[in-house]
Nanobody, 115 residues
Framework: QVQLVESGGGSGQAGGSLRLSCAASSSIVSFNAVGWYRQAPGKQRELVARIIKVGVPSYADSVKGRFTISRDNAQNTVDLQMNSLKPEGAAVYYC?????????WGQGTQVTVSS
């Protein structure tokens, strides 16, 4: 069983930056995909960014050019650098890892953005 623990959430200002980190309890080298999702109150959970295997990262249109996902196989971490924060980006952010056929989720970290 893999545990994912997110950190780095908190409060940021519009236009500012936050960095989220997801630490896995075991090696992520063989994971099929890693990514970040978010869920705002009253809304469905949505994809923010992901990396499939060692492929090119993909991003939701709403964060392209502002967010960067990175994967460190040596540290077993998946980070999300969030720049140019917007108030509509406030949500609980979740780390997800897929090691087929199992899907792992972290407990989530809250991000608030003040205007």
């Amino acid at each position: 069983q893999v545990q994912l623990v997110e950190s780095g959430g908190g409060s940021g200002q519009a236009g500012g930056s936050l960095r989220l980190s997801c630490a896995a309890s075991s090696s992520i080298v063989s994971f099929n995909a890693v990514g970040w999702y978010r869920q705002a109150p009253g809304k469905q959970r949505e994809l923010v960014a992901r990396i499939i295997k060692v492929g090119v990262p993909s991003y939701a249109d709403s964060v392209k050019g502002r967010f960067t996902i990175s994967r460190d196989n040596a540290q077993n971490t998946v980070d999300l650098q969030m720049n140019s924060l917007k108030p509509e980006g406030a949500a609980v952010y979740y780390c997800r890892a897929v090691h087929f056929p199992t899907d792992y989720w972290g407990q989530g970290t809250q991000v608030t953005v003040s205007s």
